[in-house]
């Protein structure tokens, strides 16, 4: 009998499942239902485990030998932020946080006051990360903010990750029986050295120790063996296998993932983003190798006004191909009121195509690096802030719009570099490859165990994208046959 794992993923609207063959190295079969973790977790995923066996031609959930899951259900991992200066610790905070695979609800700066104090306390976050002052650096504001949060009552677990100097200070003041606190390397302990790896870690043991019980999806663990990160972490991790490879097998380089969803659209690069040119000079903290940014007003149902708003009619009717004299406003104020729907006709597909086209392009906009031109009496000099992405050669789609949309080249190119907007640095010349089985998330979780096999599983089954018609007729392209 093969080798089966089953990844789960509790989303926030539908519980997806996975078997794959780790000897054969390829997908058995898929299955999704409606999220139930507001009820009962274990109603959805049993659903979606039945739609898993339909739609298979073995018995593969009773025979499985390894059950991990993901989650991004019950409001995800709900975290707030707490930092000094904006642009430093508390930007390096941000990025901690949203690597962890977190939802940042909540971030502030400098010293808390009162009214502040009490937004926290409304926000009800799953978890706070308390940062500030670089390693013997400023020590009031940290200390003065461990006080403050301490005063609040709540009980929520902490993480420090800030000057070091103020660690045992912390302790005395947050550590409790109530409260859980860790104490974990600075995110900014110099200047020039950001550091979120120690925080990414501490997140995600919090929430595989303590928000999986407090959201209920620990019943799930009569079938999965352990939820085991948040949803957006399985995918940058995913993302980070495929770009790296192992020791033993090849990595494709450089690479972005789109991933577009009812509520957000979410932007992962792997890469350094450094200046490509000696005559650029680079400005702000350093940026991670591994980032994740969220763009919470880009969401193709939940906040599909806000995307024709940032858009613009004009720009969603180009890139839908609908006459000039079509109004929008009405069809895509139907979505926000209907998150359910999914296109039956083809308006429908075509409002899709138009809104994640538009959702790619400002997210990666936002999220790529941009340039600056400083004028002096020496010339005019360029600065660089963020992420240089232009060199990046591999850009891969993921979400619902991927797996049963259409045109996901035409989606896809959104985030390509404009002589519009020369300062930005997104990418120039990629190849486009579509998540179509919808399983980054499973390839992040499955590289916990077998890296290899995660890794290979990955590159045979994103394709290389193509015209609608083209998908149609053609035997699509793979991530193995672009790198063996």
Not at 113 to 118: F, G, L
Not at 206 to 214: C, G, Y
Not at 232 to 254: D, I, Y
Not at 354 to 374: K, P, S
């Amino acid at each position: 009998m093969s080798d089966v794992a089953i990844l789960v993923d509790f989303g926030s609207t539908y519980t997806k499942v996975v078997a794959i063959d780790l000897d054969g190295e390829r997908i058995i079969s898929r299955g999704k239902s409606e999220s139930t973790v507001r009820t009962d977790v274990t109603v959805g995923l049993n659903s979606a485990l039945a739609d898993l066996e339909k739609n298979s031609q073995q018995k593969c959930a009773d025979n499985a030998n390894c059950r991990l899951a993901c989650s991004s259900a019950a409001g995800g991992l709900r975290l707030v932020v707490i930092g000094l200066v904006p642009s430093l610790s508390l930007s390096a905070g941000k990025m901690a946080a949203l690597g962890a695979g977190a939802k940042l609800v909540g971030n502030y700066s400098f010293k808390l006051n009162a009214s502040e104090t009490k937004q926290i306390i409304e926000l009800a976050p799953d978890i706070i990360l308390l940062v500030g002052g670089t390693d013997g650096g400023n020590e009031e504001a940290i200390i003065h903010n461990a006080k403050a949060l301490a005063e609040t009552g709540l009980t929520v677990p902490v993480i420090m990750a800030g000057n070091k100097t103020c660690a045992d200070e912390i302790r005395r003041i947050l550590d409790s029986e109530q409260r859980l606190l860790k104490v974990v390397d600075n995110v900014l302990s110099e200047l020039d050295k950001l550091n979120v790896e120690a925080s990414r870690t501490a997140i995600r043991e919090v929430f595989m120790h303590r928000i999986v019980h407090a959201k209920g999806l620990d019943k799930a663990e009569q079938f999965v063996d352990r939820v085991i990160m948040p949803t957006p972490m399985a995918v940058l991790k995913g993302a980070q296998l495929l770009s790296l490879g192992t020791g033993k097998e090849k990595g494709v380089g450089e690479l972005m993932v789109v991933d577009i969803g009812g509520a957000t659209t979410d932007v992962h690069s792997i890469a350094d983003g450094f200046p490509r040119s000696n005559n650029v000079a680079r400005k702000g903290i350093p940026e991670p190798f591994a980032k994740r940014t969220v763009e919470g007003d880009l969401g193709l149902r939940y906040n599909a006004l806000s995307i024709l708003e940032a858009a613009g009619e004009e720009c969603l009717r180009e890139a839908m191909k609908l006459d000039p004299s079509a109004s929008l406003e009405a069809k895509i104020r139907y979505l926000t009121e209907n998150t359910a729907t999914v296109p039956s006709d083809e308006l429908g597909f075509l409002l899709d195509i138009g809104l994640a086209r538009a959702a790619t392009e400002i997210a990666v906009e936002r999220h790529a690096g941009r340039l600056e031109q400083v004028y002096s009496p020496h010339g005019v000099s360029l600065i660089q802030t963020g992420k240089d992405l232009t060199e990046v050669k591999t850009v891969i789609g993921t979400g619902g719009v991927f797996a049963y949309g259409r045109e996901p080249l035409s989606i896809l190119e959104g985030a390509l570099f404009s002589e519009r907007d020369r300062l930005s640095l997104r990418p120039k010349s990629p190849e486009f490859y579509i998540d179509r089985d919808y399983i980054l998330y499973a390839i992040g979780l499955l590289s916990e165990i077998e890296p290899e096999k995660a890794l290979r599983i990955g590159k045979r089954h994103l394709e290389k994208t193509r015209s609608w018609w083209q998908i149609a007729s053609i035997q699509p392209s793979t991530l193995v046959e672009k790198h063996q």
